[in-house]
Structure formats: C-alpha cells, structure tokens
C-alpha cells in the first residue's frame, strides 16, 4: 500500500458526513480491495486505512453519503 490516493482505478469517489463533529465533511474515498477503504480529507492531508464492508467517517464513524452534483 502506497498511503496515496489515486494510486488504484478500482472505485474512487467524493464522500460526505453529516454527523454532528463534521458538519458537513467531505472525504475522497478510494476502494483499495474488498473490504479495505483508503480515505482522505484534502490532498496531502493524513490518509486513513479502513477495514469493512463499507467505509465510515474517520473522525466521527458516520456513516458516508454519495456527494451529489449540484444542478
């Protein structure tokens, strides 16, 4: 593992958390393999390793909501 974003093409994508300690927070969320999420606030910020079937909020453990394009 790399400890890099977009370093994978396999499923890459915008997440956002709506708990109470992000509101909002937007998170880059990388699928590095089944059941292991690389996600990461901004670039060059801190890359977090998750383990499970899908990813959850680093800072809070919230769940994860698709970022839905305005228009």
């Given at each position: 593992?790399?400890?890099?974003?977009?370093t994978?093409?396999?499923s890459?994508?915008?997440?956002?958390?709506?708990?109470?300690?992000?509101?909002?927070?937007?998170?880059?969320?990388?699928?590095?393999?089944?059941?292991?999420?690389?996600?990461?606030?901004?670039?060059?910020?801190?890359?977090?390793?998750?383990?499970?079937?899908?990813?959850?909020c680093?800072?809070?453990?919230?769940?994860?909501?698709?970022?839905?394009?305005?228009?």
């Amino acid at each position: 593992m790399t400890g890099k974003i977009g370093t994978s093409s396999i499923s890459r994508d915008i997440r956002v958390c709506y708990g109470p300690r992000c509101a909002p927070r937007s998170w880059r969320v990388e699928r590095e393999a089944e059941g292991l999420w690389l996600l990461q606030e901004s670039e060059g910020s801190t890359v977090y390793t998750l383990a499970g079937s899908s990813p959850v909020c680093p800072r809070c453990g919230g769940e994860l909501y698709p970022l839905e394009p305005e228009g």
